[in-house]
């Protein structure tokens, strides 16, 4: 895997920047447009969650290209305060904000894999990947 390209978030602007280049990205790849739409709705959260939550941070994407599979991953890390309860943010309508609620319960379904870890004061970092069929 090697990493294909970075965004940084620190203003609102900055999501639309993460999620445009994420949309290209997948495109090139071969994603449908369904799948594209998937990956971009699911960038626009992670984005919003780290410019909301964070203040700043970014959101890397890497190009998975194996013998048995190709995919797009997606990391999104902050250096901000962490999230206290993982379980809490991950259940289905749970929102600190005046958002939607779909929130990373909606990034873990748009994808075909996730993962969360994150310490308090130290920052979160989200991996989502997104398989091509």
Do not use: H
């Amino acid at each position: 895997m090697a990493l294909q390209s970075c965004v940084n978030i620190k203003k609102e602007w900055d999501i639309v920047g993460a999620r445009q280049m994420g949309r290209d990205i997948a495109r090139e790849m071969g994603f449908g447009t369904v799948d594209q739409a998937r990956i971009a709705t699911a960038i626009s959260e992670l984005a919003r969650n780290i410019y909301l939550y964070a203040g700043s941070g970014k959101v890397c994407f890497e190009k998975i290209d194996t013998i048995e599979k190709r995919g797009m991953c997606m990391i999104a890390t902050d250096a901000g305060p962490g999230i206290v309860d993982i379980g809490q943010v991950m259940e289905d309508g749970f929102t600190t904000s005046s958002g939607l609620g779909a929130g990373l319960p909606g990034v873990r379904r748009l994808m075909d894999e996730f993962d969360i870890k994150s310490a308090k004061n130290v920052g979160t970092e989200i991996k989502a990947i997104k398989w091509l069929r």
